[in-house]
């Protein structure tokens, strides 16, 4: 069983420039979730995907948006770049939306200068 | 809005002596709650969850947690701990009714087992 990954690893981009995240999911998992964390902080939930539809949104401005795929997989776009979206952004795949456990990738550090 | 208080920031144990992490939720009805982990460069994996029922959850590890629900707390505890379950440990909460898509965490508890 492969689990969740995250490409790339790490990131650097200058303020105002777009990124891409790339996620791929367990196998088996219908449900991606998207999380960004801040240093010394917990992961704040930023939306999540639910067969291609995105099932929910949290405190994020309409510059991070995202897809999924038929296969499950999932891109996070981030646009208009900020200091402040500095972090290490997380991807989570589970079974199902609500009382699933996530299953979480090693996740792709971002760095904006 | 739905919250998660970890109120120790740091946690340290001895080797061999029981482990206690705190966590206190708040939410709209009954709770999903999750423990997860998370060791350096790596992304966070989970321990265990309370979704219904007893309110004493065993987990990978040897860890365990006890829902309870008039304090609204869901504390991590192991009765031995060891050096390798060093590591920073979240709290997470979800609510129950149709539409809770949000997983919400707590700000995280350094533990360190003291050899």
């Known amino acids: 069983e492969t689990g969740v990954t995250q490409s790339p690893t790490h990131l650097i981009k200058t303020r105002g420039q777009q990124v891409t995240l790339r996620c791929s999911s367990q196998s088996g998992h219908n449900t991606v979730s998207w999380y960004q964390q801040a240093l010394g902080q917990g992961p704040q939930f930023i939306f999540q995907?639910?067969?291609?539809?995105?099932?929910g949104r949290g405190n994020f401005p309409p510059r991070f948006s995202g897809l999924q795929f038929p296969n499950y997989s999932s891109e996070l776009n981030v646009n208009a770049l900020e200091l402040d979206d500095s972090a290490l952004y997380l991807c989570?795949?589970?079974?199902?939306?609500?009382?699933?456990?996530?299953?979480f990738g090693p996740g792709t550090r971002l760095t904006v200068t | 809005a739905q919250s998660v208080a970890q109120p120790e920031d740091q946690v340290n144990v001895a080797e061999g002596n029981p482990l206690t992490v705190k966590c206190t939720y708040s939410v709209s009805g009954n709770p999903y709650l999750f423990w997860y982990v998370q060791y350096p460069n790596r992304g966070l994996q989970f321990l265990l969850k309370?979704?219904?029922?007893?309110?004493l959850v065993k987990g990978s590890y040897g860890f365990e947690a006890e829902f309870n629900k008039s304090q609204t707390s869901f504390h991590l505890k192991k009765p031995s701990a060891l050096v390798s379950d060093s590591a920073l440990y979240f709290c997470?909460?979800?609510?129950?009714?149709?539409?809770?898509?949000?997983?919400?965490f707590g700000k995280g508890t350094k533990l360190s087992v003291i050899p």
């Open positions: 997470a909460v979800r609510a129950t009714g149709a539409g809770s898509y949000q997983l919400t």
């Open positions: 309370y979704i219904t029922g007893d309110n």
């Open positions: 989570a795949s589970s079974l199902g939306t609500v009382s699933y456990e996530q299953y």
């Open positions: 995907y639910y067969r291609e539809e995105e099932n």
